[in-house]
């Protein structure tokens, strides 16, 4: 058995989450921490996602300052399970994305893992997605193969639905490899617009959306976008769907009411992610939900919604806590490296193999 530490920072910013594993022949939880991202950082991190002046010292000097905070949250998890940094065999970091263009040849993830595995003294593995670039995939989604580990076993025609700043699925069949897929926007239209219109951070249980009524004619016009035409393998990021996008659509219709449009983008999120379920397994039983989406309850209702023959349910229903999956998945990929055990799935990824993903900065 050996102990690893999964951190992983999402698209949406909000902070970074660190989930202790134990791993051998099966692996669980063991402990969690979650840092919140400072509002400082998380500005320069965003506006690393477009082009701008100086870019590449913002970069490097945005990377450090995540590394110092991941390294100050490893500190405090190891302080409260009364741990030594030798107790760890490794931490998998995924880094900040803030590019993703697979379609050219490339995704950029910062966080150096080096200065990370000098503050920690643990070994870091990072950089998991450039390999599966460079073998001709989408370098994302990588939790499929995760999904598989934690739910093959249930035997049935299941979907595990991640929702965090983006959409993925993973399905999951009976003598048939794992696929998935990004479907489109999860979080990020949501969080983008309640914190330009009301200055908060998310909807809370989505009761903003609820409060409104989706636009039909808004929802068209969304759905009209080529990416959700693609059957995948496919990946996207906030170089596709981000506030400019949104309101390119908002002035080429009639104006529409502030919380009208939250309940059109929550329909997007929905729409997007059931129709993607539909196209690609069809007479899906079980849809497991992680990520913060999770907590949208009414995204859950939604969903259930539009899926009468599937029961809609967290991950937590199977011992999962949706909250912790993808920092989990990370851990679990750090061991896969070391290991020299292949962490991509062509058939999610479009990869023209299997690969190990990683690279490796030793303590």
């Known amino acids: 058995m050996a102990l690893y530490l999964g951190v992983m920072s999402g698209t949406s910013l909000d902070g970074l989450d660190i989930a202790l594993i134990e791993q051998g022949e099966q692996h669980q939880l063991l402990a969690t921490h979650y840092t919140p991202m400072p509002s400082d950082l998380r500005q320069d991190l965003l506006a690393l996602c477009a082009s701008g002046p100086d870019e590449i010292a913002r970069a490097a000097l945005a990377e450090n300052r995540w590394a110092r905070l991941a390294a100050e949250g490893v500190r405090h998890l190891l302080l409260s399970q009364g741990l030594q940094a030798d107790a760890i065999r490794a931490i998998g970091s995924h880094g900040q994305t803030i590019r993703h263009e697979p379609a050219r040849g490339f995704t950029v993830q910062i966080g150096n893992p080096a200065l990370l595995a000098e503050l920690t003294g643990i070994c870091v593995v990072g950089d998991f997605r450039r390999r599966d670039v460079a073998a001709g995939g989408q370098g994302a989604p990588l939790v499929p193969a995760y999904h598989e580990a934690l739910f093959a076993h249930l035997g049935q025609r299941v979907a595990i639905l991640n929702v965090g700043g983006f959409s993925n699925l993973s399905l999951i069949e009976h003598d048939k490899p794992v696929r998935g897929f ?150 679990w990929l750090a061991h896969c490296c070391l290991e020299r055990i292949p962490g991509n799935r062509p058939s999610v990824t479009g990869a023209q193999g299997l690969r190990i993903l990683g690279a490796i900065y030793p303590a």
């Not at 009761?207 to 976008?225: E, H, I, K």
């Not at 496919?234 to 309101?247: A, H, M, Q």
């Not at 059109?264 to 729409?271: F, N, V």
């Not at 539909?278 to 539009?306: F, I, K, P």
């Open 182 to 331: 990004d479907c489109g926007p999860g979080n990020v239209l949501l969080d983008a617009w309640i914190e330009r219109k009301r200055g908060q951070a998310y909807d809370a249980d989505g009761a903003w959306a609820a409060s409104g009524t989706s636009n039909p004619g808004l929802l068209a016009s969304l759905l009209a976008d080529p990416f959700f035409a693609g059957t995948g393998p496919k990946s996207t990021g906030r170089e596709v769907f981000n506030l400019p996008w949104l309101d390119a659509h908002l002035s080429a219709l009639p104006p529409c009411r502030d919380e009208d449009v939250q309940a059109t983008l929550l329909e997007l999120t929905a729409r997007s992610i059931v129709d993607s379920l539909s196209g690609a397994q069809a007479n899906t039983e079980a849809l497991l939900v992680c990520g913060g989406g999770a907590r949208n309850g009414a995204l859950m209702r939604r969903l259930a919604e539009l899926l009468p023959a599937a029961k809609v349910d967290s991950t937590a229903a199977h011992g999962v806590d949706p909250d912790w999956v993808e920092a989990m998945a990370f851990a």
